[in-house]
């Protein structure tokens, strides 16, 4: 991909011998992770071409996007409405902010004792090294935990940032802080892009990004077989390539995997036969932070499904699809984003419901809650969902856990030992 590439990162402004030491760290860990996984299915073939042009082919497009005057749209949280952007003309970009490049620019205008996700999306534009980064027009903030708050003015010395305010409640006036938000966005795009939002550009985007929402559905609600048609890593994966492929391509490629799957299924061929099949929850997983369910896996289990923001919580609400103006429309885009159970919020007793009926109906074993080191939100709130697992029965474990791999063999010892617990409960 190197040769191909350069004068195109040259162009954006890359430190080229950072990126190029970035890109060499990616191919080794790739293919220990995912290569190496038996009984993988066909259409994963897609998916590993994407991540080996991750900093190519979908870059290139961009660059086409934008000469031809669109604009590009950072964002690092699922609240960011996606059909907005694509109403106002725009590609919306989700940014991963999942290893420990940069730390010690980042650590220069952040605190060291924070976030490994926040120090990571600072990192990597201070460190140059992110394509999509460099992409962006504007970047998209939130103001949902008061980490990210904070760094948001901070990363707006260094490229232009909209915050969006995301209330801490969902009461009736928190909805109605949270539309006018939506409405303050799409003004904020269209004056950006140059482009007005039509009810036939919103009621499009809204079709668009919700069939990418529904065949992500389809390929979740086919994990609930048993075996498992694919495993938890290869699911993650995708979740992660939805933030920032081309939405029409990868509905269509999720949907031919599905097919594939769905032969599976019925002829009982699974990823594993055997071995507990565990919920994920907690923090979001970015590329390329696939640490967890790595051990989880290569420890004898399969992840059936994973609350989390690259995971259910980005795609399982639809928008409803029957707004009859633009301001009903915007309204029903506002209330699907606010049904989000991020740990931002108080009370957030719809997680721990989810949870719950997320163990019944995907058929599984136990669940690991995993929140990144230094989120006060997930931490906190994870003593909240021990209680509820507790009253029904159903068995946990908490890790904290960062960017770096000095805990692996720790987790994996942990992990292990859990799954066997289980394991025997169940025998
Ligand atoms: S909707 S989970 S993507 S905010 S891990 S930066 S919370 S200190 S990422 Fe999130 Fe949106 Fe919520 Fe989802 Fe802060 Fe915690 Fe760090 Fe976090």
């Known amino acids: 991909m190197t040769g191909s590439y350069t004068k195109m990162w040259e162009s954006l402004g890359l430190d080229l011998e950072a990126h190029d030491r970035l890109l060499q760290a990616i191919p ?69 902010s999942g290893a420990e490049i940069g730390f010690d620019l980042a650590e220069k205008v952040l605190p060291r004792s924070i976030c490994p996700l926040i120090k990571s999306f600072m990192g990597f534009k201070l460190a140059r090294v992110c394509p999509y980064f460099e992409s962006c027009d504007l970047v998209v903030g939130e103001t949902t935990c008061d980490g990210k708050k904070k760094a948001f003015e901070i990363l707006s010395d260094y490229v232009p940032v909209h915050v969006m305010e995301v209330p801490q409640m969902k009461r009736e006036k928190d909805r109605s802080l949270w539309a006018g938000e939506v409405r303050e966005f799409m003004a904020r795009m269209e004056k950006y892009t140059g482009n007005r939002v039509t009810e036939d550009s919103l009621r499009r985007a809204v079709r668009e990004v919700n069939a990418k929402r529904e065949a992500l559905m389809r390929l979740a609600g086919l994990r609930k077989n048993s075996p498992a048609p694919i495993s938890g890593k290869d699911s993650l994966l995708i979740n992660q390539i939805a933030m920032y492929d081309d939405v029409g391509r990868f509905t269509a490629k999720v949907n031919e995997l599905c097919d594939e799957l769905e032969i599976r299924v019925r002829e009982g061929r699974g990823i594993r036969e055997q071995g507990p099949r565990i919920v994920i929850t907690g923090t ?71 949870l719950i009926s997320l163990v019944d109906e995907y058929g599984a074993d136990g669940v690991i809650h995993c929140s990144l080191t230094f989120c006060d939100p997930y931490a906190v709130e994870s003593y909240r969902v021990e209680q509820a697992l507790r009253e029904k029965g159903i068995p946990l474990l908490k890790i904290e856990t960062d960017y770096g791999q000095g805990d692996s063999g720790q987790l994996k010892t942990r992990i292990e030992a859990f799954l066997e617990m289980i394991g025997r409960s169940g025998e």
């Open 28 to 96: 080794p860990a790739y293919g220990e992770v995912y290569l190496n996984q038996e009984n993988r299915p066909k259409g994963m073939e897609y998916f590993d071409f994407v991540i080996n042009e991750i900093h190519g082919l979908r870059i290139q497009e961009l660059q086409d996007h934008k000469a031809g005057g669109g604009k590009v749209i950072g964002a690092f949280c699922v609240f960011v409405p996606e059909e907005i952007v694509r109403a106002a003309g725009g590609i919306c970009i989700g940014l991963c």
């Open 284 to 354: 979001p997983m970015a590329v390329p932070n696939w640490k967890v369910p790595h051990i989880i896996e290569s420890s004898g289990a399969v992840v059936v499904a994973e609350e989390l923001c690259t995971g259910l919580r980005y795609f399982e609400n639809t928008v409803n699809e029957a707004g009859e103006n633009l301001d009903r429309m915007i309204d029903y885009i506002a209330d699907r984003y606010l049904d989000i159970n991020c740990a931002c919020f108080t009370p957030n007793r719809g997680r721990l419901e989810r």
